[in-house]
C-alpha cells in the first residue's frame, strides 16, 4: 500500500512536468534568505544612520521628489507583474507579453532615476567613501537596485524563451518565480523608503 | 488523485484582478500617508517616526497578503513558516545589533 502511494505521488510529480510546485517553493526559501541579507543591511544602516563624519548630512541632500517617483514606477510595475501573473494563468501569451513589457519599462524607468539621484548625490559631496553613513546608504540601496537590474535581466530572458517555446508549464512555473521575486523588491523597497529615506528626513 | 490535482498545480498562489487591484489602492493610501506626514512635519519628531514604522508594517503586511499570496491555507502553511522562521531572525538581528550598539556608545561616550 505504502509502495503503491510512493508511485502514485511520483506519478502525480511527473504529470506537473517539472516538479513545478517544489520549484517555486524551493526559489521562495531563497527569497526568504535574500530578506535575512537586507535585514542585516538595514541593520548596519540603522546603526550608523547620525554617522555623518562632518560631511553632507542626509536632511541636507536628500530630494524626496525623485524617491516618491522611485516608488511609485515600482508600486505600479507590481501590479503590471501581477495582471502578467492572470494572463498567463489564461494562457494569453500575446497579454503575458505587453504585461511583461510594461513592467520592464516601469522597472528600467526606476533604475534611471536611481542613477540619476546618485549622481546627484555624489556630485554634491555624498560618496560612499565620505562617511559611514554614506557607505551605509549605498551599500544598501544598491544592493536593492543590483536585485532590480538582475530582475529586468530575467524578465528579458524569459520574454525572449516564452516566445520561442510558448507558455508551457515550465514556462509558468518560472514566471511564477520571478514574479515572487519582484513582489519581494517592492516588499524591500517599502523598508528603504520610510526607514531610509522619509526617517532620515524628520 | 482528484484530491491531489485540486491543489493549485503551480503553486505560488492566484490571486484575482479584484486582489490585485485592492492591494494596490491600500499600498498607495499607506505610501501617501507616510510621504505627507514627512513632508508636512504635522506630527513631533517621535511621533512620525513611530507613525513610519506602522505604516511601513501595515504595507508590508498588505503586500505579503496581496501580491505574495502568503496564507494559513494547508497548502501554503510552509511558505508561511519560512517567512515567519526569517522574520524572527531578522528582528533578533536588527533589535539585537541595536541594542548591544547603544549601550556601546552610551559606556563608551561616543555621542
Redesign the interface.
Known amino acids: 500500500m505504502t509502495t503503491q502511494d510512493a508511485t502514485m505521488t511520483n506519478d502525480t510529480a511527473h504529470d506537473h512536468g517539472d516538479h513545478g510546485d517544489l520549484s517555486v517553493f524551493g526559489f521562495w526559501v531563497y527569497l526568504m534568505t535574500d530578506c535575512i541579507v537586507f535585514g542585516c543591511l538595514f541593520t548596519s544602516f540603522a546603526v550608523l544612520r547620525h554617522q555623518f563624519a562632518g560631511g553632507p548630512t542626509a536632511q541636507s541632500v536628500f530630494e524626496l521628489n525623485g524617491v516618491a517617483i522611485e516608488t511609485a514606477l515600482l508600486l505600479i510595475s507590481s501590479l503590471t507583474y501581477g495582471f502578467a501573473m492572470l494572463q498567463a494563468r489564461k494562457k494569453n501569451k500575446g497579454a503575458v507579453m505587453g504585461w511583461l513589457v510594461i513592467t520592464a519599462l516601469l522597472g528600467a524607468g526606476f533604475l534611471y532615476y536611481e542613477i540619476e539621484e546618485f549622481c546627484h548625490l555624489v556630485s554634491v559631496g555624498a560618496a560612499p567613501n565620505v562617511s559611514a553613513f554614506w557607505s551605509a546608504f549605498f551599500t544598501l540601496v544598491s544592493t536593492h537596485g543590483l536585485h532590480v537590474t538582475l530582475g529586468i535581466i530575467w524578465m528579458i530572458v524569459l520574454m525572449i524563451q516564452m516566445s520561442s517555446k510558448g507558455l508551457t508549464s515550465r514556462m509558468i512555473t518560472r514566471l511564477t518565480c520571478l514574479s515572487l521575486f519582484w513582489h519581494f523588491l517592492d516588499v524591500v523597497w517599502i523598508c528603504v523608503f520610510s526607514f531610509v529615506y522619509l526617517l532620515s528626513m524628520v | 488523485?482528484d484530491n491531489?490535482?485540486t491543489v493549485?498545480?503551480?503553486?505560488?498562489g492566484?490571486?484575482?484582478?479584484t486582489s490585485?487591484?485592492v492591494?494596490?489602492i491600500l499600498?498607495?493610501v499607506l505610501?501617501v500617508a507616510?510621504?505627507y506626514i514627512?513632508?508636512n512635519h504635522s506630527l513631533s519628531?517621535e511621533a512620525?517616526?513611530g507613525a513610519?514604522?506602522i505604516?511601513?508594517v501595515i504595507?508590508?503586511f498588505v503586500?505579503?497578503v496581496f501580491?505574495?499570496h502568503v496564507s494559513a491555507a494547508p497548502e501554503k502553511r510552509?511558505?508561511l513558516i519560512?517567512?515567519l522562521?526569517?522574520?524572527f531572525?531578522?528582528i533578533v538581528?536588527?533589535f539585537g545589533?541595536?541594542f548591544v550598539?547603544s549601550n556601546a556608545s552610551y559606556h563608551m561616550m561616543s555621542?
Open positions: 488523485m491531489h490535482n493549485a498545480p503551480t503553486g505560488g492566484h490571486g484575482t484582478v490585485y487591484i492591494g494596490f499600498s498607495v505610501t507616510a510621504f514627512v513632508m519628531p512620525t517616526g513610519l514604522g505604516l511601513a504595507q508590508i503586500q505579503v501580491f505574495l510552509w511558505d519560512t517567512l522562521s526569517a522574520a531572525v531578522v538581528i536588527c545589533t541595536l550598539m555621542r
